[in-house]
């Protein structure tokens, strides 16, 4: 069995600052780890997804994640955030790429000016 | 530019009608899921196929059916709505990675 949970269901931050969102995932099999967008009134976009290999993956926007096995961990980062990055994120978790995909509740991200 | 579209941005239901909820993608994906969203608890899988020849209930199946019979269309049917499937519903299909829709938010009155 799968399971993500995201730590924080709201994150604040000032514009420039860093964000940071924590994602820490359960997985009898090696993950297979995404990162969503969704806006207001919106579907999800994918902002980047690690499958196998280089363990520091680059998204759009300026966002990252590294995967830590270790720790179980594939936390979100931009060094910069910017008004329009307001949004709710979730992390999400498969078994292979094209999978279900297992969510987390989401942590909604306010950039306050 | 890759598409999923859901047939209607907002619909209004009373209970005990039986509503549709139809999905389509251009990519000639083989895989296609209906989610649900809710507040506070993320999305949470109701019905996915593999193939057209395949349907898999998810997480929450439970009042849900599906319906799969062209590989491009994949439609999530509320035998007998109720208050409590009031909702935002979201379908994806997906390759290598997931692409959604734009999302349904139901109203069960």
């Known amino acids: 069995a799968q399971s993500v949970t995201q730590l924080g269901s709201h994150v604040s931050v000032s514009e420039g600052a860093l964000v940071l969102l924590r994602c820490n995932y359960s997985?009898?099999?090696?993950?297979?780890l995404f990162w969503y967008v969704q806006y207001p009134n919106q579907g999800l976009q994918l902002l980047l997804k690690?499958?196998?290999?280089?363990?520091l993956v680059k998204g759009i926007n300026g966002f990252e994640a590294e995967f830590k096995k270790s720790e179980t961990s594939f936390h979100l980062t931009k060094p910069s955030a910017h008004m329009s990055d307001a949004a709710e994120y979730f992390c999400?978790?498969?078994?292979?790429?094209?999978?279900?995909?297992?969510f987390g509740k989401g942590t909604s991200l306010l950039v306050t000016p | 530019d890759v598409k999923v579209t859901q047939s209607s941005r907002y619909l209004v239901k009373r209970t005990g009608e039986k509503v549709f909820l139809e999905c389509v993608q251009d990519?000639?994906?083989?895989?296609m899921f209906w989610y649900r969203q809710d507040p506070g608890l993320g999305l949470r899988l109701i019905y996915f196929?593999?193939?057209?020849?395949?349907?898999e209930k998810g997480d929450i199946p439970e009042g849900y059916s599906v319906s799969r019979e062209k590989k491009e269309r994949f439609s999530l049917i509320l035998e007998s709505a109720s208050t409590n499937q009031t909702s935002m519903y979201l379908c994806?299909?997906?390759?290598?990675?997931?692409?959604f829709g734009q999302g349904t938010r139901l109203t069960v009155v």
């Open positions: 994806a299909s997906s390759f290598d990675q997931a692409f």
């Open positions: 196929s593999y193939d057209v020849k395949m349907k």
């Open positions: 997985s009898s099999v090696p993950p297979y």
């Open positions: 690690y499958t196998t290999g280089a363990t």
């Open positions: 990519m000639d994906h083989e895989n």
């Open positions: 999400a978790v498969s078994e292979n790429s094209g999978y279900a995909l297992n």
